[in-house]
């Protein structure tokens, strides 16, 4: 599968790899998508503010950047998660942590599948369906 798993500057988190590479599929195929090469980048709020920086030019720090790389219907790639935001996250919003790593996981594939998260209504919206990835992640795990 052409999904790549990689961390800097932090410890790699414990994932079931396969299991998170089927699920990811899983999803993306409900959105009629294909995955072509997909990269996750585990790091630090240091690395994904310095990235947010460099290619955003945004000065904040984040839970997530997805880099969108995909063509017509196959989705493709690089998406940065910082699991000190998704730490802090997890502890602000009362969940694990890793349910919150898995919902940052899906997050991005969701924005590569074209869900959008600007607006109140998009925001709720992408929500819905990260609650409904998280419930196929269940059916697979």
């Known amino acids: 599968m052409p999904i790549s798993y990689y961390a800097e ?6 994932l079931k790899k396969r299991t ?5 599929n899983t999803v ?6 294909e995955i072509g090469e997909i990269s996750y980048m585990f790091c ?8 947010n920086n460099q290619y955003l030019q945004h000065d904040y720090y984040t839970d997530i950047i997805t880099f969108d ?16 935001t998704v730490k802090s996250n997890s502890e602000k919003y009362g969940t694990d942590f890793e349910t919150e790593l898995f919902r940052i996981i899906i997050h991005g594939i969701l924005h590569l599948c074209g ?27």
């Open 9 to 14: 500057d932090v410890k790699m988190p414990s």
């Open 20 to 24: 998170v590479s089927k699920w990811i």
């Open 28 to 33: 993306a195929d409900t959105y009629d998508k």
């Open 44 to 51: 630090s709020d240091d690395k994904i503010l310095e990235v």
């Open 69 to 84: 790389y995909s063509e017509d219907d196959v989705i493709a790639g690089d998406i940065f998660i910082s699991l000190d």
């Open 115 to 141: 869900i959008n998260d600007k607006s109140p209504d998009e925001r709720k919206h992408m929500t819905e369906c990260e609650d409904a990835a998280l419930d196929l992640l269940n059916q697979i795990d």
